[in-house]
T-cell receptor, first 109, second 113 residues
């Protein structure tokens, strides 16, 4: 079993839709959590950190459930430019990072 | 400008010819790491380093070497490249503290024929 698991998708949604991704992690000692966005053949870029209390950045909301060991990302009012692969990243207590395989999102007109 | 710099961006080589992909960061980060990305497999960690002279194997270290003689540099060495090492490679760095995210280089697309 992978340490960080995501639904690979693809998620195909119309513009304006709300879409949610989940990610589960197996190492209970994990300390920090992030969502990254990766466009085709480019480097991953930080979308947002995920805090225990949940956090929001514009149309994006991230949630962390430590008891169930999952992280979620909610995108409201999807834009065409949101089309990308979204990577869940977990930082262990030894500061090493582990990646999910990514969830692919396509937003269509 | 704070950044992670990888070179080269593109490399085509032949089986068995030793090569080095360089990675340098100017953010004084303790943690550095190498990943390869292949279709359908996502990012897989090759090696990582918590600090100078400290390196550890990731998930797919076979066929690769690294060194961390200085804090800013973390080169990836392929002593005898093989076609199954054809991939997109990313270097990344991070502060060691909690909540510090990874910063990625632009990637190196390697083809081994």
């Amino acid at each position: 079993r992978k340490e960080v698991e995501q639904d690979p998708g693809p998620f195909n949604v119309p513009e304006g839709a709300t879409v949610a991704f989940n990610c589960t992690y197996s190492n209970s000692a994990s300390q920090s959590f992030f969502w990254y966005r990766q466009d085709c053949r480019k480097e991953p870029k930080l979308l947002m950190s995920v805090y225990s209390s949940g956090n929001e950045d514009g149309r994006f909301t991230a949630q962390l459930n430590r008891a169930s060991q999952y992280i979620s990302l909610l995108i409201r009012d999807s834009k065409l430019s949101d089309s990308a692969t979204y990577l869940c990243v977990v930082k262990r207590d030894n500061n090493d990072m582990r990646f999910g395989a990514g969830t692919r999102l396509t937003v269509k007109p | 400008e704070a950044q992670v710099t990888q070179n080269p961006r593109y490399l085509i080589t032949v089986t068995g010819k030793k090569l080095t992909v360089t990675c340098s960061q100017n953010m004084n980060h303790e943690y550095m790491s190498w990943y390869r990305q292949d279709p359908g497999l996502g990012l897989r960690q090759i090696y990582y380093s918590m600090n100078v002279e400290v390196t550890d194997k990731g998930d797919v270290p076979e066929g690769y070497k690294v060194s961390r003689k200085e804090k800013r540099n973390f080169p990836l060495i392929l002593e005898s490249p093989s076609p199954n090492q054809t991939s997109l490679y990313f270097c990344a760095s991070s502060l060691s503290g909690l909540g510090s995210p990874l910063h990625f280089g632009n990637g190196t697309r390697l083809t081994v024929t």
